[in-house]
C-alpha cells in the first residue's frame, strides 16, 4: 500500500450553509434564479416507461478529497464509462457525503446520503443519491474513513481499492427528477435518481463524519411543476 499526499488548497468557501451574506438565500446565479433547482421534497412520483440505468463500476484505486472549500468528503474516480442510460454513456466522476441526505421523501430527510455524480460527453450531470441509515457497520467506509486527509488535502491509496458498487442498496428502485447541482453556481443540466432503499452505516460511522462535516444539505427547493417519476 501506496500513500500519496497531494498538494493542499487553501481553505477559502465562497459560499456557506448558515444563513448570512453568504448563506443559501444569498448564493449566486442560477442558485436563486434558476426554476429546477435541487434538492426538492418528493411527495409523488408518476409511474412511467423510464430506461434503468446498467452499471458496471469497477474496483480502483483509492483517491480521497478533504473538500473543504465545498464541505465534503469526495472520493475520485478516474476516466471511465460504467454507466449508461438506454443508449448514452455517463462518466462516474466522483461521490460525496450530505448529512442530511439533499432530497428529502415525504418531508423526511435521511441521517446523511451518498452522492455519485455522473456526467456525458455532453456534460449532462446525473446524480445517484443514495440514503444512509444506522445499522450495522460498513466496510467500504470503514476503509474510507481511515484514508481521510487533513482539510484541503487529497490522498491517493495505491493498492488500496474501492468499488462504487459496494455502496448502492440490494434493492435499486429509484425515483427520477430534473434538476441541478447543490452548489454554486447551481448549474441545471442535471438528473437526479434518488434511491428509494437505503444502505447502512453504523452509528460510530456517522458521527466519525459529523466530526468532519455536518450540516452541509441545501435546503430543499420548490419543486414548480416538474415531473418525479419512476420505473413501472
Same mark, same amino acid.
Given at each position: 500500500?501506496?500513500?500519496?499526499?497531494?498538494? +493542499?488548497?487553501?481553505?477559502?468557501? +465562497?459560499?456557506?450553509?448558515?444563513?448570512?451574506?453568504?448563506?443559501?438565500? &444569498?448564493?449566486?446565479?442560477?442558485?436563486?434564479?434558476?426554476?429546477? &433547482?435541487?434538492?426538492?421534497?418528493?411527495?409523488?412520483?408518476?409511474?412511467?416507461?423510464?430506461?434503468?440505468?446498467?452499471?458496471?463500476? !469497477?474496483?480502483?484505486?483509492?483517491?480521497?478529497?478533504?473538500?473543504?472549500?465545498?464541505?465534503?468528503?469526495?472520493?475520485?474516480?478516474?476516466?471511465?464509462?460504467?454507466?449508461?442510460?438506454?443508449?448514452?454513456?455517463?462518466?462516474?466522476?466522483?461521490?460525496? /457525503?450530505? %448529512?442530511?441526505?439533499?432530497? %428529502?421523501?415525504?418531508?423526511?430527510?435521511?441521517?446523511?446520503?451518498? &452522492?455519485?455524480?455522473? /456526467?456525458?460527453?455532453?456534460?449532462? /450531470?446525473?446524480?445517484?443519491?443514495?440514503?444512509?441509515?444506522?445499522?450495522?457497520?460498513?466496510?467500504?467506509?470503514?476503509?474510507?474513513?481511515?484514508?481521510?486527509?487533513?482539510?484541503?488535502? !487529497?490522498?491517493?491509496?495505491?493498492?488500496?481499492?474501492?468499488?462504487?458498487?459496494?455502496?448502492?442498496? %440490494?434493492?435499486?428502485? /429509484?425515483?427520477?427528477?430534473?434538476?441541478?447541482?447543490?452548489?454554486?453556481?447551481?448549474?441545471?443540466? +442535471?438528473?437526479?435518481?434518488?434511491?428509494?432503499?437505503?444502505? !447502512?452505516?453504523?452509528?460510530?460511522?456517522? !458521527?466519525?463524519? %459529523?466530526?468532519?462535516?455536518?450540516?452541509?444539505?441545501?435546503?430543499?427547493?420548490?419543486?414548480?411543476?416538474?415531473?418525479?417519476?419512476?420505473?413501472?
Amino acid at each position: 500500500m501506496l500513500n500519496m499526499k497531494i498538494g +493542499a488548497q487553501k481553505c477559502e468557501p +465562497a459560499f456557506t450553509y448558515e444563513e448570512g451574506p453568504h448563506g443559501p438565500g &444569498q448564493w449566486p446565479g442560477l442558485c436563486t434564479t434558476g426554476k429546477m &433547482q435541487a434538492p426538492i421534497d418528493i411527495e409523488h412520483a408518476e409511474r412511467l416507461r423510464i430506461d434503468t440505468p446498467k452499471l458496471k463500476y !469497477e474496483p480502483v484505486d483509492l483517491d480521497i478529497v478533504n473538500d473543504c472549500n465545498l464541505y465534503r468528503i469526495l472520493v475520485k474516480f478516474p476516466d471511465n464509462y460504467w454507466l449508461t442510460v438506454g443508449r448514452k454513456p455517463y462518466n462516474l466522476s466522483e461521490l460525496h /457525503f450530505r %448529512a442530511p441526505g439533499e432530497t %428529502a421523501i415525504k418531508g423526511k430527510r435521511p441521517r446523511m446520503s451518498i &452522492q455519485m455524480v455522473h /456526467f456525458s460527453p455532453e456534460g449532462v /450531470f446525473l446524480v445517484i443519491e443514495v440514503p444512509v441509515v444506522a445499522g450495522k457497520e460498513n466496510p467500504v467506509i470503514k476503509t474510507l474513513w481511515s484514508h481521510i486527509p487533513d482539510p484541503g488535502k !487529497e490522498n491517493k491509496v495505491k493498492g488500496v481499492k474501492i468499488n462504487a458498487a459496494d455502496l448502492l442498496p %440490494a434493492d435499486r428502485s /429509484f425515483y427520477r427528477y430534473p434538476g441541478s447541482l447543490t452548489t454554486p453556481i447551481c448549474t441545471e443540466v +442535471a438528473t437526479w435518481m434518488v434511491m428509494k432503499n437505503p444502505i !447502512e452505516l453504523s452509528e460510530a460511522q456517522i !458521527e466519525e463524519h %459529523a466530526k468532519h462535516y455536518h450540516d452541509n444539505a441545501r435546503p430543499i427547493q420548490p419543486l414548480n411543476g416538474r415531473p418525479v417519476s419512476e420505473p413501472q
